[in-house]
């Protein structure tokens, strides 16, 4: 799908960070952009301040919920017509990390039911639709490296999230070309620098109802500035990407057809390499640095 003008494309998540970058990538493409987000303040600035950019409208959504993302899949296909492409992008933390017998059942809950549970919905509410249409199309599950990659200890549920994305969008995308679809599907790992993304705040938007049950010590880094602080105390790269650059690149992968979309896979390589190695020799696989 090397021309985006005048397609389709719905992002989750897409009024602020990662998924403002995508959106924003995609009207400059010429795309038809519907931003579906669970905050209706930031999703009505964000079309406001998007409307010179190109043809953008938005529609409330929880991602959990498959009942909004049925409706947002049958809005957009009575109005647009069509969905050429779908970035299953919003997400969240549990809020923390830590050790994970800390954790909580509604930690694991509200995370995936944000990271997983709404990439499936997205998957069962449009995919069927997409490939009834006839249309070429390209489902973007947004996942990590932190999980997607390698696990990350001091992150279990998150990255364990993560890791179930990476795995369903492999299935997702040889099913499809075994069922002589047009429509195919791809991975990205959000990379290239530090994100400084809603992710850190996700908090704001965790239901009450899935609060956490018992207080719990504030975990070192659980803010962005902590974090980058620590890991320039480590002597790490403290560089941050450009979220805007970061959503061309995505889109700039998707025209390309590539099915993991993502910076720096020569090293992600090398560590699924240690971590063969360490599989064969029945030991347990290093931990991921970052």
Known sequence: MDDLTGKVAVVTGGAGGIGRGITEALLEEGARVVIADVEAPVLE???????????????????SSPESVEALAE??????????????NAGV?????GRPWEQEANDWTWCFSVNVFGVAN???????????SGEPGVVVNTSSMDGGIAPVPYASVYASSKAAISCLTEALAHQLIAAGTDVR??????SGGLLDTGLWSAQRNRPTE??????????????????????????RSVDVMDLRELGRFCVQGVKRGDFIIGHGLEESAAMLHRRADAIGAGQLPPAALS
């Open 210 to 235: 899935l609060a956490r049950t018992r207080p719990r010590p504030p975990a070192p880094g659980t803010t962005f500035e902590e974090f980058k602080a620590q890991l320039q105390a480590a002597g």
């Open 93 to 97: 933390t549990s809020g923390g990390g």
């Open 185 to 190: 599907a791809a991975v990205f790992y959000p």
């Open 122 to 132: 997205g998957m069962l509410s449009f995919v069927p639709r997409m490939i009834e």
């Open 75 to 88: 809005d957009v296909f009575s109005r647009e017509g069509a969905c050429h492409l779908l970035f299953n």
């Open 45 to 63: 600035l964000a079309v406001k301040e998007l409307a010179d950019a190109g043809e953008v409208r938005g529609v409330l959504t929880d991602v």
